[in-house]
């Protein structure tokens, strides 16, 4: 019985591993990558375009509404506004796109909003860390309870 049950544990942990870790992955290379990019991009269009790019990812993967932490809900982690923040930053560097490049206002503006998108989490993986493998260990946990209960049903009726 105790090895029957690791077995159908683990054939679950198995079945959301497959699930999750792609998961995760595509949310890295579709948001947080591109976020990771406009950082180190050497100039405001360049950067517009690869927050734009994580913009569009967070649509893509549904981020743009509720609530990052399904227990704990802070304005820190409301997808509406990250995503307004997110999208401030994308008209920033349209502004900025205008200033000359040898200018004072460019290099602090280009600093400034670098330090920005430094701070900007976008809770974009909190979201499947978090609230999807909660969700996945109320089914491991309602599966395992059926299966003990079809066990014990089982059990009794060999006695």
Same mark, same amino acid.
Do not use: C
């Given at each position: 019985?105790?090895?029957?049950?690791?077995?159908?544990?683990?054939?679950? #942990?198995?079945?959301?591993? !497959?699930?999750?870790?792609?998961? %995760?992955? &595509?949310? +890295?290379?579709? *948001?947080?990558?591109?976020?990771?990019?406009?950082?180190?991009?050497?100039?405001?269009?360049?950067?517009?375009?690869?927050?734009?790019?994580?913009?569009?990812?967070?649509?893509?993967?549904?981020?743009?509404?509720?609530?990052?932490?399904?227990? #704990?809900?802070?304005?820190? !982690?409301?997808?509406?506004?990250? %995503?307004? &923040?997110? +999208?401030?930053? *994308?008209?920033?560097?349209?502004?900025?796109?205008?200033?000359?490049?040898?200018?004072?206002?460019?290099?602090?503006?280009?600093?400034?909003?670098?330090?920005?998108?430094?701070?900007?989490?976008?809770?974009?993986?909190?979201?499947?860390?978090?609230?999807?493998?909660?969700?996945?260990?109320?089914?491991?946990?309602?599966?395992?309870?059926?299966?003990?209960?079809?066990?014990?049903?089982?059990?009794?009726?060999?006695?």
């Amino acid at each position: 019985m105790k090895g029957i049950i690791t077995l159908v544990l683990f054939i679950l #942990w198995l079945i959301s591993a !497959t699930f999750v870790l792609p998961m %995760m992955f &595509a949310i +890295d290379r579709d *948001i947080n990558g591109w976020l990771d990019r406009a950082q180190v991009a050497s100039d405001p269009v360049t950067m517009g375009e690869d927050l734009q790019r994580a913009h569009d990812g967070m649509v893509r993967h549904g981020l743009t509404e509720g609530n990052a932490n399904p227990f #704990w809900r802070t304005p820190e !982690t409301e997808m509406p506004l990250i %995503m307004k &923040a997110l +999208d401030a930053s *994308i008209q920033r560097t349209k502004y900025m796109a205008n200033f000359t490049t040898d200018s004072i206002q460019y290099q602090v503006s280009l600093d400034d909003l670098r330090g920005q998108i430094r701070e900007l989490n976008l809770h974009a993986t909190d979201r499947y860390f978090v609230d999807t493998p909660l969700r996945l260990l109320a089914a491991y946990w309602t599966l395992l309870g059926w299966l003990i209960l079809i066990a014990v049903g089982f059990y009794e009726a060999i006695l």
